[in-house]
């Protein structure tokens, strides 16, 4: 596999980590997303990752039960942290390098982020994954993806999900939806796309970052939709 991409954002579902649980990480799972990374990463792609905290915690579910907004979100931010550890653990045992970076300071966890350090890390060669999303409450992994992707200079954000690509409308509640190959940023959010947040839409069309939305379970894997194989919906800018 020839590099298509110099450095790439992949942002990994935690809610698909839990495989067909509805809480956890599923290990078999996780092994299998960590080979389609180090696979990639060994044919010279920079591989930067966001990992998501649905399998664990999500803030907003928090709130809802009476915990304060900016405490859930912390324990959201947390739970994205531990699927970071299992993933770089994960992709180390896979036989390729791997450092995890922490948004929020836990010095004996993980590095704290900075753009310059996990770009030398980057270019040093090792998979940097990226726990506790922005740091910040009331935004998303999704929108850290986006953010990250800007600050380390990557061509592109791959979203991997439980779902093939975005849908004209949320395909586990509309059998009849239909997928698109490729959709302009402003239609997304004009039609109200769920598939990331408007935040992170927006923030991909004002700095032209394409994302690419495609399922961590499809046969081509990630390095085949990275080449054009495999399902996926491109969101850019209308070509
Ligand atoms: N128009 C749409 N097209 C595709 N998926 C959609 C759409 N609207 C809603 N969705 C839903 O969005 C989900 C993916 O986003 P979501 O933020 O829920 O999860 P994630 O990012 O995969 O997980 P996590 O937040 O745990 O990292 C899909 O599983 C799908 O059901
Ligand atoms: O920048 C961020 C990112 C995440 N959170 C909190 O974490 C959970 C899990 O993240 P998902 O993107 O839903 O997977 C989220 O629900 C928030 O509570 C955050 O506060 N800030």
Redo the contacts with the bound molecule.
């Keep these: 596999m020839s590099p298509v991409h110099k450095r790439i954002l992949l ?6 980590l839990a495989g067909d649980n509805s809480f956890g990480i599923e290990p078999p799972f996780l092994q299998a997303v960590a080979k389609q990374i180090a696979d990639v990463a060994r044919s010279g792609v920079q591989v930067a990752i966001v ?5 664990i915690f ?1 803030g907003m579910a928090g709130a809802a039960d009476g915990t304060d907004r900016v405490t859930a979100d912390l324990m959201g931010m947390l739970g994205t942290m531990i699927n970071a550890l299992a993933l770089s653990n994960a992709i180390m045992r896979q036989g390729v390098m791997s450092k995890p970076f922490s948004a929020a300071t836990m010095p004996s966890v993980a590095d704290t982020f900075t753009a310059r350090d996990a770009k030398l890390a980057l270019e040093e060669g090792f998979v940097v994954v990226l726990g506790g999303g922005t740091g910040n409450p009331f935004f ?3 929108t850290a993806a986006t953010l990250r992707a800007i600050e380390l200079e990557c061509d592109v954000v791959l ?1 991997g ?3 093939d ?9 509309d059998p009849t ?1 239909t997928r698109y190959d490729a959709i302009g940023y402003d239609e997304v959010i004009q039609q109200n ?5 408007t935040a992170a839409f927006a923030l991909a069309r004002d700095n032209a970052m394409p994302i690419v ?1 495609y399922a961590l379970d499809d046969e081509a894997g990630l390095s085949g939709v990275l080449e054009g194989r495999g399902r996926s919906t491109r969101v850019g800018h209308p070509l």
């Design positions: 942002k990994v579902s935690g809610e698909a990992v998501g905290g649905g399998n999500r998303t992994t999704d979203k999900t439980k779902v690509g975005v849908y004209s409308a949320d395909p586990k509640k939806a796309l769920k598939v990331m947040d939305v």
